[in-house]
């Protein structure tokens, strides 16, 4: 029990007065004072006018810095977008030489050469100097026409001739329709006569 006499006497001792520093802070403080505050209100809006003078004097200079790198980034912008333009053609232009190529090599054993291009990755024929792989693509193309036999042209070089068939159209049976609107009129009105 003595120790909670203790606790309570540190908590019921007086505390010390705050008084001095705030005597201290009156007395660096200018705002307590109305004539330091004044003082110290006029030396603030003279430097802002200062402040004031000096960014209205660096202003045209900042804006004709703002325009000259905008002007810098919209060249540059252009001189990019031109550029991946230019990258986007010869990438196309390669493409339909690998196509053409493929497709070359592909008539002496295909059918439809443009069968060939659509089973192979064209990407894969092109080296990092843009030089196109003719082997590889005589090798892409003998492997393609031993996994799809279906694809390779047939062995007589005949062209196919389509086979008639008779039993279509109205020549082979006698069930002729009239062609002209007149003659279907006239048979709707001979029918119409007879029912009577």
């Known amino acids: ?16 007065p705050t008084t001095a520093p705030e005597a201290e802070q009156a007395k660096t403080d200018p705002w307590t004072d ?8 006029e030396k603030l809006r003279r430097e802002a006018a200062k402040y004031r003078t000096k960014a209205g004097e660096l202003e045209p200079l900042a804006r004709k810095a703002q325009e ?11 001189l990019t977008e031109q550029l991946t333009a230019v990258q986007e053609r010869a990438k196309a232009a390669q493409a339909r030489a690998v ?14 050469p443009d069968d060939a291009h ?18 590889g693509i005589r090798a892409s ?5 031993k996994r799809k036999p279906h694809l390779a042209r047939p062995a007589d ?3 196919r001739r389509p086979a008639p068939d008779r039993t279509q159209g109205s020549s082979g049976n006698g069930n002729r329709t009239p062609n002209s609107p007149g003659e279907v009129f006239a048979g709707l009105m001979q029918k119409a006569l007879e029912g009577r």
């Open 141 to 145: 193309l003998d492997e393609l026409l």
């Open 99 to 112: 196509r053409s190529e493929v497709r070359a090599l592909a008539a002496a054993g295909f059918a439809d």
């Open 1 to 16: 029990m003595p120790e909670n006499e203790e606790t309570e006497q540190v908590e019921t001792d007086p505390q010390e």
């Open 68 to 78: 000259l790198e905008d002007a810098q980034k919209s060249e540059q912008e252009r």
């Open 118 to 135: 659509a089973f192979l990755d064209l990407d894969a024929f092109v080296d990092a100097d843009g030089e196109i792989d003719t082997d």
């Open 34 to 41: 109305p004539d330091a505050a004044r003082k110290e209100i």
């Open 157 to 159: 070089n005949s062209p």
